[in-house]
T-cell receptor, first 116, second 110 residues
Framework: EAGVVQSPRYKIIEKKQPVAFWCNPI?????LYWYLQNLGQGPELLIR????????DSQLPKDRFSAERLKGVDSTLKIQPAELGDSAVYLC??????????????FGEGSRLTVL | SQQGEEDPQALSIQEGENATMNCSYK?????LQWYRQNSGRGLVHLIL?????REKHSGRLRVTLDTSKKSSSLLITASRAADTASYFC??????????FGDGTTLTVKP
């Protein structure tokens, strides 16, 4: 079974440029998460989807960050314009959600963003 | 702010020794999970313990949960060099929100 797939793995951009990250969750997983992880720290939740609905986006900086999950499957996370402080690893995770209530999250390898 | 806080921040031991990591949290939880992350990789789920459980085992892993003290511990027995990684606790609330601590970096010397 394929795991959570993220792309690109690495991205280097100039500040003020836009960037987008893509995530394909595990088939059948209703819940999808985007986390931000700074070096030496734990992941911080940006947004959580239940199917196509964003149920928790309280930590998403909406002035520059946007996310969508079309048809409740794949998701994209966009930053426009990027700032130096956005350099981090962006992790996508998925879970079966309330259907099984196991709580286990399956993570992708992450997208490492460097803003110059 | 992070819900969970791991202690210690870094731990270095010899192969064969046991490693113990602690996690403290602030609010009521539905369950607590431990994850492992190798450098440059995503997180991998290790074990989940529910709020009504006190202890759980999985292979060389032993997790305890004390809801009265809002704390958990992860014990790795007979450690191996391959156990070198960062270990994170994550607490899930009844609303389904998972919050991670900043992790313990474990180094196992061969």
């Amino acid at each position: 079974e394929a795991g959570v797939v993220q792309s690109p793995r690495y991205k280097i951009i100039e500040k003020k440029q836009p960037v987008a990250f893509w995530c394909n969750p595990i088939s059948g997983h209703n819940t999808l998460y985007w986390y931000l992880q700074n070096l030496g720290q734990g992941p911080e939740l940006l947004i959580r989807y239940e199917n196509e609905e964003a149920v928790d986006d309280s930590q998403l900086p909406k002035d520059r960050f946007s996310a969508e999950r079309l048809k409740g499957v794949d998701s994209t996370l966009k930053i426009q314009p990027a700032e130096l402080g956005d350099s981090a690893v962006y992790l996508c995770a998925s879970s079966l959600g309330e259907a099984t209530n196991t709580g286990e999250l399956f993570f992708g390898e992450g997208s490492r963003l460097t803003v110059l | 702010s992070q819900q969970g806080e791991e202690d210690p921040q870094a731990l270095s031991i010899q192969e064969g020794e046991n490693a113990t990591m602690n996690c403290s949290y602030k609010t009521s939880i539905n369950n607590l999970q431990w994850y492992r992350q190798n450098s440059g990789r995503g997180l991998v789920h290790l074990i989940l313990i529910r709020s009504n459980e006190r202890e759980k085992h999985s292979g060389r892993l032993r997790v305890t949960l004390d809801t009265s003290k809002k704390s958990s511990s992860l014990l790795i027995t007979a450690s191996r060099a391959a156990d070198t990684a960062s270990y994170f606790c994550a607490t899930e609330t009844n609303a389904g929100k998972s919050t991670f601590g900043d992790g313990t970096t474990l180094t196992v010397k061969p």
